[in-house]
């Protein structure tokens, strides 16, 4: 028998936490063939994925037009009544969970959809009302079922990426009370790194990365010292803030990187796992 290489029985293949995001223009063909290439090669992908362009058009098309909360700090988010939380779970859960999964099956991935509502799997409180900014005057809204992700069932992570399988997960979440709730997926993806320990979180949309001069690609950002929250703050614009805050909350949580990357083109995780695109370390 010639040994060609010898097998580390201890050796376990680091976790890679990947956001893909809901906008106009990304590729999930493209994601999908990657991330079946790196887990053929042996690595653990653990999929997160958003859906804010088709829900915004599914909800109009059902006369139930999308309306965006501005909060006094300028985040924004999507104003979720019940009859938005339905259409939130339809497209989330329901189309865009099972045609990426079917995507990666196709590829030969044998990938499992999950809601975070799915053995609670993202579970924190959901928040009693929400401050907003309506005509420049603060109001509170109390009929919205939005929260935040407090708590991650990593041990049911942990169960599938043992079996070989690879998890596709997406919001809604699950509140203390086990209502599903919206939870922004950025963040989210930040509190599945943290509690897999995943050494890297990558975060794909329609862009390169953070660029210094939104919209000027020429202006990419391809390392950040994360020292300041608010000066990373000062070059996002818009939905690329709840990333950078996403980007922080992963980092002090023990996460070695964070890399923004584009899922528009071919290999883009690969790329990102290996240094392409926004770099952002502590
Ligand atoms: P996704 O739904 O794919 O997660 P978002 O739409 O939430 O993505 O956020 C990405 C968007 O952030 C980009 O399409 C861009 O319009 C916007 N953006 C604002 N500021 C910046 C910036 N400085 N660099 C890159 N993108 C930015």
């Given at each position: 028998m010639t040994v060609i290489s010898e097998i580390d029985p201890e050796f376990s293949p680091q976790i890679t936490v990947v956001k893909v995001g809901g906008?106009?223009?990304?590729n999930y063909d493209l994601v999908c063939d990657d991330i079946a290439a790196l887990v053929r090669k042996g690595e653990k992908i653990v999929l997160v994925h958003g859906g804010s362009d088709e829900t915004n058009r599914v909800s109009t098309a059902l006369g139930h037009p999308p309306q965006v909360l501005t909060s006094p700090q300028g985040y924004t988010s999507r104003f979720t009544d019940t009859e938005t939380l339905d259409i939130f779970c339809m497209v989330y859960a329901g189309k865009m969970n099972t045609r990426i999964v079917e995507r990666l099956q196709k590829r030969g991935t044998n990938a499992v959809g999950l809601s975070g509502v799915d053995g609670r799997l993202l579970q924190g409180p959901r928040k009693s009302s929400v401050r907003s900014v309506v005509n420049g005057k603060q109001v509170l809204v109390r009929d919205d079922y939005t929260g935040k992700v407090e708590?991650?069932?990593d041990s049911l992570l942990h169960l599938l990426l043992a079996a070989g399988y690879t998890p596709v997960i997406s919001p809604p979440a699950i509140s203390t009370e086990g209502e599903a709730i919206n939870v922004d997926g950025d963040r989210a993806s930040a509190m599945i790194a943290r509690a897999l320990g995943a050494r890297q979180l990558v975060i794909l949309s329609n862009?390169?990365?953070?660029?210094r001069t939104f919209p000027?690609?020429?202006?990419?950002?391809?390392?950040?010292?994360?020292?300041?929250l608010d000066e990373a703050l000062g070059f996002a614009e818009g939905r690329m803030k709840k990333k950078v805050l996403g980007a922080s909350e992963a980092l002090m949580g023990g996460v070695e990187q964070v890399i923004f990357g584009d899922?528009?083109?071919?290999?883009c995780v690969s790329a990102c796992m290996q240094g392409q695109g926004t770099v952002i370390t502590r």
């Open positions: 906008s106009a223009g990304i708590t991650v069932n862009v390169p990365g953070l660029l000027d690609e020429s202006t990419l950002i391809r390392q950040l010292k994360f020292t300041n899922a528009r083109v071919a290999g």
